[in-house]
């Protein structure tokens, strides 16, 4: 049985002079493209399957904390049970099936995910409960890319936002090590409850799930555990349209030759968005996972550019 650092893949650094030039920013690209399922949730996967002592763990996704789990338990020998939206990526579903999990598809608009949880969970009283993002152990496994990250000097390092899971992770990986560089929330504009909770110092929640093409922060709000990383360790949040969510992901595929999911281009979508916050600094832009439905990307890929 491995060990959290013996199963992740370091992160992949990424110094794209192309890119760099044509955003005109000092910009390193950490890429979590490449990590086990194509992810960082591996590493929140991976940590809680091994520490919890459950032999069957029960989760709520939209596809890539689910296949990340589906995999975790697949290796450590659990069992996994994975409630999804039928408005997942195909590919995400199809993936968590792949690694041996079952998937409950849900019609979010008649039933939400957290709802259909909670009828699973009296069907299976031994069963833990994994949050994609509100739990410990989660923030636990998400801190050692913080910790990647914190071994380089960045000025400002800018992170996707949803639930919150993956920039609490980065928050406790530069607090342990010292690292003193401003971190920067991208969130998507039609779901802003981060940006709203941090404008107005309590969490504040989305009315419905928001209908946003990054699906990995189609989120209600953060999480409570989250919450309390984020007020103290992120700066600002920058709300990102749909149309810079969407020209990220065209950049990233045209100047840094990387597939990247509507998601993890939220960080570029933010400079896109506000390039005066990252003019003349150091930037660390964290992309998240590479998941993206076939279609979505051509789709996208085919759009008008600027």
């Not at 689910?66 to 338990?73: F, I, N, R, V, W």
């Not at 993890?264 to 896109?272: E, K, S, T, Y």
Request: hydrophobic fraction near 40%.
């Amino acid at each position: 049985m491995k060990t959290l650092l013996e199963a992740i893949r370091p992160t992949t650094f990424i110094e794209s002079e192309k890119l760099k030039s044509f955003l005109g920013i000092d910009l390193t690209v950490v890429s979590e493209t490449f990590q086990h399922t194509g992810s960082f949730k591996f590493r929140a996967a991976y940590n809680l399957a091994l520490n919890v002592p459950n032999e069957e763990i029960l989760t709520a996704s939209s596809g890539n904390f689910g296949q990340a789990l589906a995999y975790a338990c697949q290796l450590l020998q659990k069992k996994c049970t994975v409630v999804m939206p039928e408005t997942s990526a195909r590919i995400k579903i199809e993936a968590v099936r792949n690694y041996g999990a079952t998937v409950d598809l849900v019609d979010t608009r008649r039933i939400g995910r957290n709802e259909r949880v909670a009828q699973l969970a009296k069907q299976m009283p031994d069963a833990y409960y994994a949050s994609a993002y509100d739990d410990l152990f989660v923030i636990e496994g998400n801190s050692t890319l913080g910790d990647e990250i914190a071994n380089r000097d960045f000025d400002i390092i800018v992170s996707p936002i949803g639930g919150g899971g993956l920039i609490s992770g980065i928050v406790q990986g530069l607090c342990r090590n010292g690292n003193k560089a401003k971190l920067v929330g991208a969130e998507p504009l039609l779901g802003n409850d981060a940006f709203q909770s941090l404008l107005s110092g309590r969490i504040i929640r989305n009315e419905i799930e928001p209908i946003t093409v990054a699906d990995g922060a189609r989120t209600i709000s953060l999480g409570k555990l989250n919450w309390e990383f984020i007020k103290k360790g992120v700066s600002q949040i920058v709300e990102v349209s749909e149309e810079n969510i969407k020209k990220a992901v065209q950049i990233l595929f045209t100047h840094a030759n990387l597939k990247v999911e509507p998601t993890g281009a939220l960080p570029l979508g933010a400079i896109v968005e506000k390039p005066e916050i990252f003019a003349k600094k150091k930037v660390c832009l964290v992309v998240s996972g590479g998941n993206v439905d076939p279609e979505v990307y051509r789709r996208i890929l085919g759009e008008n550019k600027n």
